[in-house]
């Protein structure tokens, strides 16, 4: 009788499913889920701008005659002179390697262009605000520096690893970004190369 039943179940070309198998509709169903995130996630970066500014809010450890006591990121931006955005964190060893760098070329050309550090230590289990002010100190670290307000420009600027560098044109565009350590060479190559854009 049963293979009566399979016979009929092979004529009519409904032959039994093998053990483990998955199921054509749901491969189908999985596939045009697939095809749906992609066409989304396309069309999410086409509308993108990546090279116009995010604005956030920032509170200032130093540097308020530049940047106030409290100030919009994109408020900076866009005056004539070329702006490098760092990210960093009181507990990051690449930052503290880093900056020093950072200072250097701030102390040779600061007069040409905006430096800013935004500590994002605490959005990213990499320090205190405390542990901030402690590094700012001990490394002798004189250029302005606050730390953001919300982790929104962790997003927004797309901070996949510590630090991470905005170069920002004169007239406020984002030139490029570095995600990890730079040399002062290639920091001052970079930050000479805005100045004499801007010229």
């Known amino acids: ?103 250097q070329v701030y102390d040779d050309l600061g007069d040409q262009f905006i430096l800013i550090g935004v500590d994002v230590g605490p959005f990213v289990g990499l320090g205190s605000h405390a542990d901030a002010e402690q590094f700012l100190a001990d490394f002798e670290i004189t250029y302005p520096t606050a730390f953001a307000t919300t982790s929104s420009p962790i997003q927004d600027y797309r901070v996949l690893g510590m630090p991470t560098t905005v170069f920002i044109t004169a007239d406020g565009q984002i030139d490029d970004t570095h995600s990890g350590f730079l040399t002062e060479t290639d920091v001052r190559r970079r930050v000479q190369a805005l100045i004499d854009q801007a010229s």
């Open 1 to 103: 009788m049963a293979s009566g039943r399979a016979a009929r179940r092979r004529a009519a070309g409904d032959s039994p499913a093998k053990k483990g198998s998955i199921p054509p509709w749901l491969i189908w169903s999985g596939l045009a889920l697939v095809a749906i995130v992609l066409v989304s996630v396309f069309a999410v970066r086409s509308g993108d701008n990546e090279s116009s500014v995010s604005d956030f809010r920032m509170v200032a450890y130093q540097g308020e005659d530049i940047i106030g006591e409290e100030a919009n990121f994109a408020d900076l931006v866009g005056h004539g002179q070329p702006v490098v955005l760092n990210f960093w964190a009181g507990l990051c060893p690449p930052c503290r390697q880093e900056m020093p760098g950072f200072q």
